[in-house]
C-alpha cells in the first residue's frame, strides 16, 4: 500500500482547497483510535456551501485520511479525547491543511473564537507513520493530548504526553519503496524524484487505482509504470483523491471481511464433511463385514445337518463342510445351547447381518448424499463475491440443518426454520446472451439451482450440469425451438467453468429438455432427477 508522502500531499492538498474556510461542527470518535471531523463550508471565494467529514485513522494496521460519505455515530459515552476536541474545536474555523515536506505527516490549523470574541488558533496534528501513527491536539507548541499516548517506557527517543513540547518524530527516508522502484530507471525514463516533485507542486495528480484481476493491488497519485499492464481505475474532480482512498481502504476492507467470513463457513463446511468422511468409513466397514452374511447361514445349516454328531455342551467341533469340497471345519459353539440352539443362533446372526446390510445401505447412501451436497456448498463459497453470497450460503446451511441457527444475545428463538423450497433470499443468477440470441442463466447456490431450475425455466428450455460433478444448474433458453450445437457447446463449457472442474479439460457435461428434470420429494437444494440425457465433453470456458 503506498500511502506514501507523495499521497499524504495530495490529500492534504485537496482538503485544503476543499475544508479551508469551513466550520467544525461535530466530531465523533467511533474507534478507538478515528476520528471523524464534520465541517460546514459556507460559499466562500466563489466555491458553493457544503458539508463534509473527515477521516482520520491512526490505527496500526490501517492509518488513513480522507474525506468520506461515511458518517458513523461514536460511542453513546464518547472517549476523553473526544470529548477535549469537542471542547476546543466545535465551532472553529479551519485556516488550513498542510503537510510538511518528504514526511507524512499533516498539520490542521484552526482559529476558535472564544466567548468573548477573542480569536485563538489551535492545532491538529496527524502522524501518518504506520504503527507510530498519532492524532495530537496542540496548544501552540504544546501538546493538550493525543489519541495514543506515548511514555518513556515505550519509546525513549519521542514521548508524547499532556503539557509536553511537540517535536517532530525522526526522519523517515523522504521515499517510499515503491517510488525507489519507480525512479530507479530515471536515467532512461527521465523520471526521477524531481519529476514527480515537480507533479506535486504543480498539483498536477492522477489519483489511479491498480487491479491485478478482480482484485485491487494499489494505488497511488500519479501513474507508475511498476505497474504496467495492470487494469487501471481512474479518479478525477475535486475530492479525487479521497474518493480513491475511500474506494481502495473500502474495497480491502471488503476484501478481508469477505475472506474472514468464507474461512470461517469453510471450517464449517470441512469440519461437517470430515465427519461425513469418517462415518462413511465405518458404514463401509459394516457392509464388507455384512457382506459375510451368507458364512452364517451356511454355518448354522452345517450344524443343523451335522445334529446328530454335536454333543450337547460342547464348545466346538470340526465338521466337513459339505458346501466346500469336504474340507474339516472346526465351528465354535456355545456350550449353554443344544446342537439345534447352536443352529438356529447361527441362523439368528445370518438374519441380523443381512438386516444390517439393508440399513447400512441406505445409510450409506444418505452418508454419501450429505457429502455431495456440502461439496457443492463449499464449491459455491469458493465462488462467492459478496457478504450477501456467504449469508445466503450460511442460510441455505441453517435451514438444511447443517448449521445452527445465529441467536441474538438476550433473545430466545421462537422461530423455526423455513420450509425447504420457501426462500426469501434474492434471486440474481450469473446471465449471458449467445451470439445467436439465445440466453444462458446460471445458479449462484442450491438454493437459486433450485428456483431456477424447478420455477424459471420453461420447458422447452435445456438444463445442464457437469456429471457427477458439483456445480451450478444451467439453463439454456434457445433463440428459437431447438437450440443449435454450438449453443449447446457453449452452455456445455459454462457449466463446466461453474463447477469443481473449472480448472479440468474434457470435462463431461449432462444436457436434457427441463422437461425431463424433477426433483424427489424432501431431497436436499439443488438435487434433481432427470433422464434422457446426453454428454458432452468440453474444457471449462465463461461465454463471450
Known amino acids: 500500500m503506498a500511502f506514501d508522502n507523495y499521497v499524504v500531499g495530495a490529500v492534504s492538498r485537496e482538503l485544503n482547497s476543499v475544508l479551508a474556510g469551513g466550520r467544525v461542527d461535530r466530531i465523533y470518535q467511533p474507534e478507538r483510535e478515528e476520528v471523524i471531523l ?97 492524532i495530537i491536539f496542540l496548544d501552540g507548541a504544546h501538546i493538550v493530548d493525543a489519541i495514543k499516548r506515548v511514555t518513556g517506557d515505550m519509546s525513549r527517543v519521542r514521548q508524547t504526553l499532556p503539557g509536553m513540547d511537540y517535536t517532530l518524530p525522526p526522519p523517515g527516508k523522504g521515499i517510499s519503496p515503491l517510488m525507489e522502484e519507480e525512479t530507479k530507471n530515471a536515467d532512461l525514463t527521465g523520471k526521477g524524484l524531481a519529476y514527480f516533485d515537480a507533479l506535486a507542486a504543480a498539483g498536477d495528480y492522477a489519483p489511479t487505482i491498480y487491479f491485478d484481476g478482480d482484485r485491487a493491488a494499489d494505488f497511488h497519485v500519479f501513474r507508475l509504470s511498476v505497474y504496467e499492464g495492470l487494469r487501471t481505475r481512474d479518479f478525477a474532480g475535486g475530492a479525487a483523491v479521497s474518493e480513491m482512498l475511500e474506494t481502495w481502504f473500502e474495497s480491502r476492507e471488503t476484501q478481508g471481511h469477505l475472506s474472514a467470513r468464507t474461512n470461517e ?16 468409513q465405518r458404514l463401509l466397514e459394516d457392509l464388507e463385514e455384512a457382506a ?74 444418505e452418508t454419501q448424499g450429505a457429502i455431495d451436497y456440502l461439496e457443492s456448498v463449499a464449491h459455491f463459497l469458493g465462488d462467492a463475491a459478496s457478504p450477501q453470497d456467504i449469508e445466503e450460503l450460511r442460510t441455505e446451511l441453517t435451514e438444511t440443518g447443517y448449521l445452527r441457527p445465529k441467536r441474538q444475545p ?95 479439460e474434457g470435462v463431461p457435461v449432462d444436457y436434457v429438455s427441463v422437461r425431463h428434470v424433477k426433483k424427489p420429494s424432501g431431497a436436499r437444494p439443488g438435487y434433481v432427477i432427470f433422464t434422457h440425457n446426453r454428454t458432452l465433453y468440453v474444457t471449462p470456458k465463461l461465454p463471450e
Not at 463457513?265 to 462413511?280: E, F, G
Open 265 to 280: 463457513l469453510k471450517s464449517a463446511l470441512k469440519a461437517r464433511t470430515d465427519k461425513l468422511y469418517l462415518k462413511k
Open 410 to 504: 438476550g433473545l430466545k428463538r421462537k422461530n423455526k426454520p423455513a420450509a425447504r423450497g420457501k426462500k426469501a433470499g434474492r434471486f440474481a443468477p450469473f446471465e449471458y446472451t449467445l451470439p445467436s440470441g439465445a440466453r444462458l442463466l446460471v445458479g449462484r447456490n442450491n438454493a437459486e439451482n433450485d428456483e431456477l431450475t424447478l420455477r424459471v425455466a420453461a420447458k422447452t428450455d435445456f438444463w445442464l450440469h457437469t456429471k457427477n460433478i458439483p456445480g451450478s444448474h444451467v439453463i439454456l433458453k434457445p433463440f428459437g425451438t431447438e437450440p443449435d450445437g454450438e449453443d449447446l457447446r457453449r452452455a456445455a463449457e459454462a457449466a463446466a467453468w461453474y463447477s469443481k472442474a473449472r480448472a479440468s
Open 292 to 365: 459375510r452374511a451368507d458364512g452364517w447361514r451356511e454355518t448354522g445349516d452345517l450344524v443343523t445337518a451335522n445334529i446328530w454328531r454335536i454333543e450337547k455342551g460342547a464348545k466346538r467341533v470340526a465338521l466337513e463342510d459339505y458346501m466346500h469340497d469336504g474340507a474339516v471345519r472346526t465351528i465354535d459353539l456355545n456350550p449353554r445351547l443344544t446342537p439345534a440352539g447352536n443352529a438356529q443362533r447361527f441362523y439368528k446372526l445370518y438374519s441380523k447381518a443381512k438386516t444390517a446390510a439393508v440399513v447400512k445401505a441406505k445409510q450409506l447412501e
Open 38 to 134: 464534520c465541517v460546514n463550508r459556507p460559499p466562500v471565494d466563489g466555491r458553493p456551501p457544503g458539508r463534509f467529514n473527515l477521516l482520520i485513522s491512526a490505527s496500526a494496521n490501517r492509518p488513513l485520511l480522507y474525506l468520506t460519505e461515511l458518517r458513523e455515530a461514536g460511542p453513546q459515552n464518547p472517549p476523553a479525547f473526544c470529548m477535549l476536541l469537542r471542547k476546543y474545536l466545535i465551532g472553529a474555523r479551519i485556516e488550513s491543511v498542510s503537510a510538511a515536506p518528504r514526511e507524512r505527516i499533516v498539520r490542521i490549523d484552526f482559529l476558535a473564537t472564544l466567548d468573548l470574541g477573542q480569536k485563538e488558533p489551535r492545532t491538529l496534528i496527524f502522524e501518518l507513520m504506520g504503527k507510530h501513527s498519532n
